[in-house]
T-cell receptor, first 116, second 110 residues
Framework: KAGVTQTPRYLIKTRGQQVTLSCSPISGHRSVSWYQQTPGQGLQFLFEYFSETQRNKGNFPGRFSGRQFSNSRSEMNVSTLELGDSALYLC???????????????FGSGTRLTVV | QQPVQSPQAVILREGEDAVINCSSSKALYSVHWYRQKHGEAPVFLMILLKGGEQKGHEKISASFNEKKQQSSLYLTASQLSYSGTYFCGTDSNQGGKLIFGQGTELSVKP
């Protein structure tokens, strides 16, 4: 069974630009979450999508946005990039219990974004 | 609110045991545990649902005290392959929002 696929693996962008990251979840997983990982802040929750709807959002500015398509693939977009946005962005997918909670997440390998 | 993990780091010799704790200020539906090796993605270890259950995965087990909003991860007879950073993730009654602790770096030496 294929894992969670994130593209691209590496990105270098200039301050002020925008970037779009892609995530293909495990087949059958309808919940997709995005995390920002940095050495100082650990794993920070960005947002979670379920059946094309954003169910949960973390404490990030509006420059960070995402969406989910009908095939559960998800994208996240960061506009007006800042140096502090340099991080590893991880996508995780999960199947969901009847009450809406996860059975456990499978993470992709991440996209390493460097803003210069 | 981010759960708090302790200790922040621990160094073990092969065969020794370790306990990693995770504490939350919010009522929890479940607690997840993940391990991340350097340069790799976090890997799911186990999930504990409210009800005080204990689960095991080979020599790694965990408990969840719903009333205290605390979970502990037990690693017994540690192996070199156990080295990595362990994260607990807490899921409150919101569904779909997993918040991770700051991580516990575990190093197992020969």
């Amino acid at each position: 069974k294929a894992g969670v696929t994130q593209t691209p693996r590496y990105l270098i962008k200039t301050r002020g630009q925008q970037v779009t990251l892609s995530c293909s979840p495990i087949s059958g997983h309808r919940s997709v979450s995005w995390y920002q990982q940095t050495p100082g802040q650990g794993l920070q929750f960005l947002f979670e999508y379920f059946s094309e709807t954003q169910r949960n959002k973390g404490n990030f500015p509006g420059r960070f946005s995402g969406r989910q398509f009908s095939n559960s693939r998800s994208e996240m977009n960061v506009s007006t990039l800042e140096l502090g946005d340099s991080a590893l962005y991880l996508c995780a997918s999960s199947s969901v219990r009847p009450g809406g909670h996860s059975y456990g997440y499978t993470f992709g390998s991440g996209t390493r974004l460097t803003v210069v | 609110q981010q759960p708090v993990q302790s200790p922040q780091a621990v160094i073990l010799r092969e065969g020794e045991d370790a306990v990693i704790n995770c504490s939350s200020s919010k009522a929890l539906y479940s607690v997840h545990w993940y391990r991340q090796k350097h340069g790799e993605a976090p890997v799911f270890l186990m999930i504990l649902l409210k009800g005080g259950e204990q689960k095991g995965h080979e020599k790694i087990s965990a408990s969840f005290n719903e009333k205290k909003q605390q979970s502990s991860l037990y690693l017994t007879a540690s192996q070199l392959s156990y080295s990595g950073t362990y994260f607990c993730g807490t899921d409150s009654n919101q569904g779909g929002k997993l918040i991770f602790g700051q991580g516990t770096e575990l190093s197992v030496k020969p």
